[in-house]
T-cell receptor, first 112, second 116 residues
Framework: TQLLEQSPQFLSIQEGENLTVYCNSS?????LQWYRQEPGEGPVLLVT?????EVKKLKRLTFQFGDARKDSSLHITAAQPGDTGLYLC????????????FGQGTILTVHP | GAVVSQHPSWVICKSGTSVKIECRSL??????MFWYRQFPKQSLMLMAT?????????EQGVEKDKFLINHASLTLSTLTVTSAHPEDSSFYIC????????????FGSGTQLSVL
């Protein structure tokens, strides 16, 4: 079973601070995705990383895929209250589209 | 706008009754859809893969007779929770890949099931 260990599980910070969420596995994934989920809604895809060492930026969010494609990180710069939510990493197993293994999730709260 | 529609958004039912949840791809065809389950403040757990025109594939530990999946058309998959019990109360989410790529995977808005 491919497991994704996501940390931290909870993160409470002040507006303007930076933060990093980590996603680690002992297994290799063909791709890794990051989602954000609001309460009572489905996850919304933020980014997909495919290549080892890949870095993608989405405004204040920076996503990195480890060289060995076993780990990933999400870094948020100058967090805003609007960034509050549940962040999930998810790894894809080969070509099984949609059969994602999700990390435990990180509940981020950004206080004004 | 939403490309995967899930209905209902929430449902309350009595123990022992069955509940059907629908998942529709709105502007694309999906030969495969996926059903996940999520408990409060926890991550998503894949329950089963819904295959159009054939039997669903269930993950280990998921009772196929308890969670009936039907994928009768290229745009609709249904999950029926049969003889629901309070422990079945959860947030159920479907997803469908568009374009055959993980990069274009869309999730429904989820269904909150509460069994009394």
């Amino acid at each position: 079973t491919q497991l994704l260990e996501q940390s931290p599980q909870f993160l409470s910070i002040q507006e303007g601070e930076n933060l990093t969420v980590y996603c680690n596995s002992s297994s290799v994934f063909s791709s890794l995705q990051w989602y954000r989920q609001e309460p009572g809604e489905g996850p919304v895809l933020l980014v997909t990383v495919v290549t080892g060492g890949e870095v993608k930026k989405l405004k204040r969010l920076t996503f990195q895929f480890g060289d060995a494609r076993k780990d990933s990180s999400l870094h948020i710069t100058a967090a805003q209250p609007g960034d509050t939510g549940l962040y999930l990493c998810a790894g894809a197993r080969g070509t099984s589209y949609g059969k994602l293994t999700f990390g435990q999730g990180t509940i981020l709260t950004v206080h004004p | 706008g939403a490309v995967v529609s899930q209905h209902p958004s929430w449902v309350i039912c009595k123990s022992g009754t069955s509940v059907k949840i629908e998942c529709r791809s709105l502007d694309f065809q999906a030969t495969t859809m996926f059903w996940y389950r999520q408990f409060p403040k926890q991550s998503l757990m894949l329950m089963a893969t819904s295959n159009e025109g054939s039997k669903a594939t269930y993950e280990q530990g998921v009772e196929k007779d308890k969670f009936l999946i039907n994928h009768a058309s290229l745009t609709l998959s249904t999950l029926t929770v049969t003889s629901a019990h309070p422990e079945d109360s959860s947030f159920y989410i479907c997803s469908a890949p568009r374009g055959g790529s993980n990069e274009k995977l869309f999730f429904g808005s989820g269904t909150q099931l509460s069994v009394l």
